[in-house]
T-cell receptor, first 112, second 114 residues
Framework: GNSVTQMEGPVTLSEEAFLTINCTYT??????LFWYVQYPGEGLQLLLK?????DKGSNKGFEATYRKETTSFHLEKGSVQVSDSAVYFC???????????FGAGTRLFVKA | NAGVTQTPKFQVLKTGQSMTLQCAQD?????MSWYRQDPGMGLRLIHY???????DQGEVPNGYNVSRSTTEDFPLRLLSAAPSQTSVYFC?????????????FGPGTRLTVL
């Protein structure tokens, strides 16, 4: 079945450090890939998405590239801020499908 | 637009009690889902609906019921609460979009069962 694996947290960084959160997936066909972010006490919200191979999703300085050859969708940001502290979820959806499969989430702490 | 709204925000129940978690969306989305979030386990799908009058089970449906009488509302019922149902519950909605569309989430209900 479909699955998403992302790196375990927590990840602790200093402000302005480079961020990478790894995500790999298992799926048949050509799923759409998503990163969601959950700030403390809130629901999840979409951060970025990519719907086909080699697409790059980007938003708020975050980027992720859909790599079919390595079945990966790693999240990166060049310079993190304290306000980026949150839990980040990698997710996939099958083409034409309804269900979203979520990874376990990676908690990020950014220190001033 | 209010988006996806959930009530209550917090709830404490005793074992064996029943209750309904409310969810509503004003975006005219066809698809709605209920998830539970537990530490280290991501989000697990409880029940979902692809339109009014149509519901189906997700990954962890036992102990929960749903109905979808209108496009806007998708309540989740706990029939007889158990401590294992202590969790944070999220409702989400989306449009079909051939699997390319993201979900919109409510703010969650934090439930404690004693």
């Amino acid at each position: 079945g479909n699955s998403v694996t992302q790196m375990e947290g927590p990840v602790t960084l200093s402000e302005e450090a480079f961020l990478t959160i790894n995500c790999t997936y298992t799926a048949t066909g050509y799923p759409s890939l998503f990163w969601y972010v959950q700030y403390p006490g809130e629901g999840l919200q979409l951060l970025l998405k990519a719907t086909k191979a080699d697409d790059k999703g980007s938003n708020k300085g975050f980027e992720a590239t859909y790599r079919k050859e390595t079945t990966s969708f790693h999240l990166e940001k060049g310079s993190v801020q304290v306000s980026d502290s949150a839990v980040y979820f990698c997710a996939l959806k099958d083409t034409g499908g309804f269900k979203t499969i979520f990874g376990a989430g990676t908690r990020l702490f950014v220190k001033a | 637009n209010a988006g996806v709204t959930q009530t209550p925000k917090f709830q404490v129940l005793k074992t064996g009690q029943s209750m309904t978690l409310q969810c509503a969306q004003d975006m005219n989305h066809e698809y709605m889902s209920w998830y539970r979030q537990d530490p280290g386990m991501g989000l697990r799908l409880i029940h979902y609906s692809v339109g009014a009058g149509i519901t189906d089970q997700g990954e962890v449906p036992n102990g929960y019921n749903v109905s979808r009488s209108t496009t806007e509302d998708f309540p989740l019922r706990l029939l007889s609460a158990a401590p294992s149902q202590t969790s944070v519950y999220f409702c989400a909605s989306s449009t079909p979009g051939e699997g390319k569309n993201e979900q919109f989430f409510g703010p969650g209900t934090r439930l404690t069962v004693l």
